[in-house]
C-alpha cells in the first residue's frame, strides 16, 4: 500500500512540474512578384555549334588570353637546407630563375582587346545598363537561373539580340584562361569582333517581353511627331505667344502613346519561409594552437 502511495505522489509531482514549450511563430515575409515568367530562348542544334566555331576561331587568331601568376609552394625547411647546399656547388637555381624571366607577364595579353568584351555577370549587367552591348550570350549551365533572368528585361529594353548558348563557358572559358564564362558581351566599339557579331546576330531568336509588344506602334507614333516638329518650326515663329502655347500643347498630347491595347497584368503576392527546414548551420571548428 505504501509502494502504490509513493508511486502516485511521483507521477503527479512529475505531471505538475513539466513545463510546456511553447511552439515557435513561423515568420513569413510576404512580398509583390512579377506575374510574368521570363525564359531564355535556348540555341541547340547547328546553330549552336556555329556559334561556337566562330568565337573559338576568332579569340585562337586573336589569342586574348589571361595569364595567371604561378603560385609559389611552401618548402619545407629541409628542402631550403639541401638546395643552399646545391648553390654552394652547382648552380641549379639561377636556371629556374632564368626559366620563370622568360614566362609572360601575369594579366591580360592585350588590354585593348579586353576592354571590347564584357566578361561576366556583374560586368555584363553594367554594360547593358549603360547601353554598350551590340550582342550577348549567356551560358546554359548558369544556376540558378534567376542570375541570368535579369538579363533579358535589361537587352530587350536596350534592343541588343541576346541569347543562351549551351556550352558555352566549357568552349570560351578555357581558351580566354579563366575557369568560366556564364555571360559574354561584345561592345560596341568592338573593331576586332565585328564579323563575328554579325555572323551571330541572324542565328540568335528574339526575345519574349510581354510590355515591348507595343514599342513598334509607340514608335512609329514618335517617328511622326519627329519629322512634324522638323517641318513646323517657321509656322510658330510667326504666330503670337497664345498660339505658341496651345500649339506647344497639342503637340506635347500627340507625343504621348497610345496604351488602348495594353493589358493590366495583377501582382502576385508571394510569401516567403526563411529556412523552411529548420536546418541549422554545423559549428566552426576551433583552430588548435601550434605548440612550438
Avoid at 498630347?253 to 529556412?275: E, F, G, R, Y
Amino acid at each position: 500500500g505504501d509502494k502504490t502511495q509513493k508511486n502516485l505522489r511521483m507521477s503527479v509531482i512529475q505531471q505538475g512540474t513539466a513545463t510546456l514549450r511553447k511552439a515557435k511563430k513561423i515568420t513569413v515575409k510576404t512580398c509583390l512578384d512579377n506575374p510574368f515568367v521570363f525564359q531564355w530562348k535556348t540555341i541547340d542544334g547547328e546553330d549552336m555549334h556555329f556559334i561556337l566555331q566562330t568565337l573559338e576561331e576568332r579569340i585562337k587568331h586573336i589569342g586574348l588570353k589571361k595569364i595567371e601568376s604561378p603560385r609559389k609552394k611552401k618548402r619545407s625547411l629541409a628542402k631550403k637546407q639541401m638546395e643552399r647546399k646545391c648553390d654552394a656547388n652547382t648552380n641549379k637555381v639561377p636556371k629556374e630563375e632564368e626559366t620563370e624571366s622568360h614566362q609572360q607577364k601575369p594579366g591580360w595579353t592585350d588590354l585593348s582587346i579586353r576592354r571590347q568584351l564584357a566578361i561576366g555577370i556583374n560586368e555584363v549587367t553594367k554594360a547593358l545598363e549603360r547601353n554598350e552591348l551590340l550582342l550577348l550570350l549567356v551560358c546554359k549551365s548558369a544556376k540558378p537561373a534567376m542570375i541570368t533572368s535579369h538579363l533579358i528585361e535589361l537587352s530587350a529594353s536596350r534592343a541588343t539580340p541576346a541569347g543562351q548558348v549551351p556550352w558555352l563557358s566549357e568552349t570560351v572559358a578555357p581558351l580566354l584562361g579563366l575557369t568560366s564564362i556564364l555571360a559574354l558581351g561584345f561592345k560596341k566599339q568592338s573593331n576586332k569582333f565585328t564579323e563575328t557579331i554579325e555572323a551571330i546576330i541572324p542565328k540568335i531568336p528574339a526575345l519574349e517581353v510581354p510590355w515591348f509588344q507595343y514599342r513598334t506602334v509607340e514608335s512609329v507614333a514618335y517617328a511622326d511627331t519627329d519629322s512634324s516638329e522638323n517641318e513646323e518650326p517657321d509656322e510658330l515663329a510667326e504666330a503670337p505667344g497664345d498660339e505658341l502655347i496651345s500649339q506647344k500643347r497639342k503637340r506635347t498630347a500627340s507625343t504621348q502613346p497610345d496604351l488602348s491595347n495594353v493589358i493590366l497584368q495583377p501582382l502576385k503576392i508571394k510569401k516567403l519561409v526563411p529556412n523552411p527546414n529548420k536546418i541549422k548551420k554545423p559549428p566552426r571548428k576551433k583552430k588548435k594552437a601550434f605548440s612550438a
